[in-house]
């Protein structure tokens, strides 16, 4: 979708307290994308340490810790990206024989009032479940979230090849890995 | 150099008023440290926060210059030399360098890196600098054109380099005051090159452990020679004509030379210490000129001896890398490296020698032209790998290493 931002005085503070939490990490960037005067979901929301994990095809998942700035719950309920027409919002949890899955989390991430959210391997983290082109290295890939009440906000992620974050998926109908050994050794050969 | 009793003191100065704006040096650092403190204190409220750690420091990452140049030696260096993929084009160039800057700004900063496994191991800082040095095939692969000197040396008489010692398309030198973060620094960074390189060499030295001896003393190597005692002194405006390069893309680079030189200590044990100490032409105690008595007292080439013989020989190293010529001077940064020995040999010791300059042409290979044709040093020494880089600028906050040849 198209952002527009209006810069409210309101919008204004909530810019600067996000580049506070981004200082270090020029890459990520938010865009509350603000249609309205009053204050939305994406208005309290920001992002810091965004990262994607690098993939030839297949499987990623991207993470960062989500920050809440207003003095209520905010959820994101989905997310969206251009690499990636198949995404879902993850967690992952102990299934009934104590091993450790991934699965759609039911209600999206809830960011607790002034609180953080953490999206990191091994825990939630947003899937991405169908590149139709490789993700290397050093680039940046655009996300999009949608909160409960339907505001928006868009940020960028770098991409990072990373080794882990291979955790078993369970999905609605049939088990996949997310196994992206092969994705990883893209790196070693040729990318 | 961020120590706070140091204050705006020698090095650093241009980058951190880059930084600060010409703020008040010692005063940043300072509160910095205070900062970590009091977050330790609340970690820990039994620890002992009274003295200010070393650990704390740090080493501002951003800035007009890279960092691990006029940083006053830290204890440990590791040099890794990497080879660039054949498939990597000016675009992989570019995100190599930023996804390299970004887990450098981090980490020099005591922060982990984004997609650190080991986020606990970015602390403590202990002025960890990574610096970032480009070689004649990261240049080429640019599409950029590098200074004329960015080449390897021309092959010296003394020479007998080593594959596995020598050039390499990128240059990172990792230097800190803890061998652990220093190896965690590594390993990140590695990690994230992996995909556009391999690791085509890598040297581990030391100096003295932080805190044994003031900062600013002039290393030993390990013949225990007073080792650098003419660099020019960080902070001087000689010490910006030396080591910073002026023009294009490396405005605010510079050249580094990064040399192995095997010392052969079995041997060296055969020579007493007058020998010894007319080898160099400085007196092993305190490197001061054997016509001096402190270790920075000018030497002087006149003096003879009783009998009519130069008291610095014409042999000595100190005299054949003195040159004429005021241009021709060099600032050196050396480690010792001391590895395990093979056959019959108890050592296997040298020096990785490291210097910056920002003509390698004109202020290195003269000097070491004179010593590859006489240097009764050469006995016990032999370089045995060697490379040359053109260092790039420093950059901003959002800006990248490299960004000045790939953006």
Redesign the interface.
Known sequence: MTTSIRTTSRFGVLLAAGALLL?????TSTTPAADTEAATQADSFAIS?A?V??AESGMSAA?GELENSSGEDITVVAASTEVSPMIELHETVADETGEMVMQPIDGGFVIPAEGTYALEPGGSHIMLMGLDQPI????EVTFTLTFADDSTVEFTA?V?????ANENYVGDDSEMDMDMDESDT???D?? | MAAPDKGAGRSGSTRRQFLLGGAVAGVGAAAAIGADLALSQNDSPTASASVPLNGDTVVPFYGAHQAGVDTDAQAHGTFVGLSLHDDVDRDGLRRLMQVLTDDASRLTQGEAALADSEPEMASPPARLTVTFGFGPGFVARAGGTGPAWLAPLPAFGIDRLQPEFSDGDLLIQFAGDDPTTVAHATRMLLKDARSFADVKWTQHGFRRAYGSVAPGTTMRNLFGQVDGTANPQPGTSEFDTVVWHTEGWMAGGTGAVVRRIQMDLDTWDQLDRPGREQSVGRYLSNGAPLTGTAEHDEPDFEATTAIGFPVIPEFSHMRRSRPDDPTQRIFRRAYNYDEAPTGDRVSDSGLIFVSFQADVDKQFTPIQRRLDELDLLNEWTTPIGSAVFAVPPGCAEGGYIGETLLA
């Open positions: 200082a270090g990490c020029a890459s340490d990262w994990k690098s993470f290397v290295a050093g680039e770098p990072k090849d990373y080794s882990g893209s790196g070693s040729d990318s």
